[in-house]
């Protein structure tokens, strides 16, 4: 079982935004797509959002250019999976991609009554995969935090 999903594909011109790039809604709709086909192959599951965060644009992603989604299973609880997703692109002219777009997404696995359900743990294997999965541990902190300040506000 992989951890790892890839996608691969042309930025097409309904994608475009007024400034003549990929709209950002388009790459959050890439993200959330490789996302859930990481997750729900990981799980075996139905899977669903519940948590997107830190999404940082690096720089625009071209019309024409040919864009990478790169989505791995960084974190597992018992019903919950961290999910890294990389965005990169470059110009069918170039060999190299450049990364775009950055973020986590936590999906729960669900059963067909909308129920949670175990996953697989993921373990780590690699140096990379460590710090990886310490990331994902020290954003979970971060998060429990920010939902603490935001309580009064919700």
């Not at 999976?81 to 696995?109: G, L, P, Q, W, Y």
Request: glycine residues 6%.
């Amino acid at each position: 079982m992989s951890n790892k999903t890839t996608f691969q594909f042309i930025s097409e011109p309904s994608d475009v935004n007024y400034g003549g790039n990929v709209h950002g809604g388009s790459v959050m709709k890439w993200i959330d797509q490789a996302g859930y086909a990481c997750a729900s192959s990981w799980s075996s599951s139905y899977c669903v959002t519940v948590y997107v965060g830190g999404i940082r644009f690096y720089s625009p992603i071209k019309i024409g250019h040919i864009v990478k989604v790169e989505a791995e299973v960084i974190y597992t609880g018992k019903t919950s999976m961290h999910i890294a997703i990389n965005v990169f692109s470059r110009n069918i002219k170039r060999k190299d991609f450049e990364k775009k777009t950055h973020c986590i997404i936590v999906f729960v696995a669900v059963d067909d009554e909308g129920n949670s359900v175990e996953v697989p743990k993921f373990t780590p294997t690699t140096e990379q995969d460590m710090q990886m999965e310490k990331y994902a541990i020290k954003l979970m902190d971060l998060r429990k935090k920010i939902e603490d300040e935001m309580k009064p506000f919700m």
